[in-house]
């Protein structure tokens, strides 16, 4: 009785462990069927396609109303945005004492307008090697502290 005792602890252990192992992150990718969004899109895709055995990468049509929702969800803007990536549920990231939110254009496509972010692709690639640079919470700049520094 004993012995079966401790094989079941080890089996229950044994699981518990190799469950956690088995957790595979999220990589939610966000876009409009609009040129520039594609062309970051292709971007993002180079780096994206790396990381597939690590990371289950969905797709979501920003402009199609059944992704209101996980928009809503992740706390992405509820106006205009032309891109956007998620890992694991947060958008930001600390790299090198830098904040960097993965939302609007990447720093590639600077001059295309009023969405440009503050992020690049390098940055989006070093979050997929290691996502312990992701922030604890999403951090969005609000569209009017865009226009104040743009001013």
Known sequence: MKRSGIILLV??????IFGQESK???????????????????????????????????????????????????G???THFPVAVVIDGIF????????????HFPEFMKGIGRHEGNWSISDLEAVLKDNSLLAEKNILKSEQEECDESE
Do not use: G, H, R
């Not at 990718?29 to 289950?56: D, G, M, R, W």
């Not at 930001?92 to 939302?103: C, G, L, M, N, P």
């Open 92 to 103: 930001t990231a600390e790299i090198d004492d830098k904040i960097v939110s993965f939302v």
């Open 11 to 16: 089996l229950m252990v044994a699981s518990t």
């Open 24 to 74: 595979i992150a999220t990589v939610d990718v966000f876009y409009k069927n609009k040129k520039p969004s594609q062309q970051a899109l292709a971007e993002i895709n180079k780096v994206v396609e790396n990381y597939e055995k690590t990371y289950t990468v969905s797709y979501y049509l920003i402009t199609d109303p059944s992704n209101s929702e996980i928009i809503s969800k992740y």
């Open 76 to 78: 992405l803007p509820s």
